[in-house]
């Protein structure tokens, strides 16, 4: 079970990123999969779900209206498309199945002028 992240970076605020997970060795269609973070000194907080066919999503109140979680099941990988950017959102992000219970190997994500 592999979940590979790509994508973060520094952004200047009110900027946009765009992270990638691609997923291999558990049957990805099948599993919910969700987007997290951590900020220094804080607990990893839950961002972001999507079901296994994509047609339902969740996000934390912080990022809604500004994130948005998609997958494309025939590549076997979950997005988070991440808007107008603000200096709270610096972050470690990680992937999450939680079928399978793996975590992809997280991204820096720094917001900051």
């Known amino acids: 079970v592999q979940l590979v992240q790509s994508g973060g970076g520094l952004v200047q605020p009110g900027g946009s990123l765009r992270l990638s997970c691609a997923a291999s060795?558990?049957?990805?269609?099948?599993?919910?999969m969700s987007w997290y973070r951590q900020a220094p000194g804080k607990e990893r907080e839950l961002v972001a779900t999507i079901s296994s066919t994509g047609d339902s999503t969740t996000y934390a109140d912080s990022v809604k209206g500004r994130f948005t979680i998609s997958r494309d099941n025939a590549k076997n990988t979950v997005y988070l498309q991440m808007s107008s950017l603000k200096p709270e959102d610096t972050a470690v992000y990680y992937c999450?199945?939680?079928?399978?219970?793996?975590w992809g190997q997280g991204t820096q994500v720094t917001v900051s002028s």
């Open positions: 060795g558990f049957t990805f269609n099948r599993s919910q």
């Open positions: 999450y199945s939680p079928r399978v219970g793996s």
